[in-house]
């Protein structure tokens, strides 16, 4: 247990839908980060967020947002979704952001877009 | 930005020890090598990282060269258990985020 919490495990939703999927960090983690693994494109890194700001941007759709809370949580909307957008999306957590700390994964989220 | 190359795939016997090996031959002077392994769909599992040095903890040993342009992870005795997707990564950008390759698929065999 990586003490990385994500929901829901299971997301099926139609072409067009708009879903919120949630990731809970390590406590005293300050930094998340959400990657997406498909089948086609393996694990990729979408957004960082540090202490509530947006840190970094990686391949992340347009049709696909984020945010960080005070209390640290983070979520990942994506809307206007399309049949490629099935994958698992995992989110890390981190202590800062500093190379010399490692990123803690939680278990996932699979979307299905029917 | 460093990148990293693995070999695709390769085999262990039960109980021998696994090396598997990773080239990053445009490592900076203060970039970390990290090793995560992933075993079916779950989520990545963090192994070990370092910089400089040789490093060691209750999974696995880090053998970094002294170039620091590649580096070994070494299983010492594989079980069943440790077949799985092995990632090398050099993390890089604002973040330090990490950028996936295609991994080592680790076979254990009984």
């Known amino acids: 247990d990586s003490g990385v919490t994500q929901t829901p495990k299971h997301l099926i939703t139609a072409t067009g839908q708009r879903v919120t999927l949630r990731c809970s960090p390590r406590?005293?983690?300050?930094?998340v980060y959400w990657y997406q693994q498909s089948l086609d494109q393996g694990l990729q890194f979408l957004i960082q967020?540090?202490?509530?700001?947006?840190?970094a941007k990686g391949n992340i759709l347009e049709r696909f947002s984020a945010q960080q809370f005070p209390d640290l949580h983070s979520e990942l909307n994506l809307s206007s979704l399309e049949l490629g957008d099935s994958a698992l999306y995992f989110c890390a957590s981190s202590a800062d952001y500093s190379s010399y700390n490692e990123q803690f994964f939680g278990p996932g989220t699979r979307l299905t877009v029917l | 930005d460093a990148k990293t190359t693995q070999p695709p795939s390769m085999d262990c016997a039960e109980g021998r020890a696994a090396n598997l090996p990773c080239n990053h031959s445009t490592i900076s002077g203060n970039e970390y090598v990290y090793w995560y392994r992933q075993i079916h769909s779950q989520g990545p599992q963090y192994i070990i990282h370092g910089l400089k040095n040789n490093e060691t903890n209750e999974m696995a040993s880090l053998i970094i060269t002294e170039d620091r342009k590649s580096s070994t992870l070494i299983l010492p005795h594989a079980t069943l258990r440790d077949t799985a997707v092995y990632y090398c990564i050099v993390p890089r950008g604002t973040g330090n985020q990490f950028y996936f390759g295609t991994g080592t698929s680790l076979t254990v065999i009984p």
């Open positions: 967020y540090y202490n509530g700001e947006e840190r």
């Open positions: 406590s005293g983690d300050l930094s």
